[in-house]
């Protein structure tokens, strides 16, 4: 094999190796992620997780308290949807889910990890929000707040 021959595959093996080097970080950042929040709920009858939980899904489904989110975030912008269609992605993205095995419920939003940033920063403004408008039609959610667990 000559020289030119070698350098030729060279170049061409680094292309090549370079390229699906970059496939496969493209593929990993486009996958799915789900970045929330916790709530920690040790103690608590399951009663009362499972209210909680539809009482944070039903507040996070008015699309009222959506657009205020989407607005405040930036949402349309940040995660590339068109503002028109930012509240119905935005209900779409949203999961709450009580899980008993580790005795919390998540609170959050699903989207591609190459937005996670951005997730965790929504996800918070997510949950707070949450917080404060279930505590108005739960008063068992704000004992447990305010320390009885009971």
């Known amino acids: 094999m000559n020289k030119k ?18 496939a ?10 789900f970045k929330g929040i916790a709530f920690p709920v040790n103690g ?3 009663e009362y997780c499972e209210s909680w939980e ?3 899904q039903k507040a996070l489904s ?6 205020e989110i989407a607005d ?5 912008e940040k995660l590339g949807v068109p503002s028109e269609e930012a509240v119905s992605h935005l209900k779409e993205a949203i999961k709450v ?6 005795n919390r419920i998540e609170i959050g939003l699903m989207g591609k990890k190459k937005q996670n940033e951005d ?5 918070k403004l997510l949950y707070e929000t949450a917080v404060r408008n279930v505590v108005k039609t739960e008063p068992t959610l704000q004992r447990y707040l305010n320390g009885g667990k009971k």
């Open 24 to 33: 496969i970080y493209t593929m990993k950042e486009s996958e799915d992620s």
């Open 72 to 76: 405040e975030t930036e949402y349309a």
């Open 5 to 22: 021959t070698f350098l030729v595959t060279a170049i061409v093996g680094f292309l090549f190796a370079g390229g699906v080097g970059f």
């Open 97 to 102: 889910r009580f899980v008993k095995r580790n």
């Open 119 to 123: 997730l965790v920063k929504m996800a």
């Open 54 to 56: 539809s009482a944070f």
């Open 62 to 67: 008015d699309e009222a308290i959506l657009q």
């Open 44 to 46: 608590v009858p399951i």
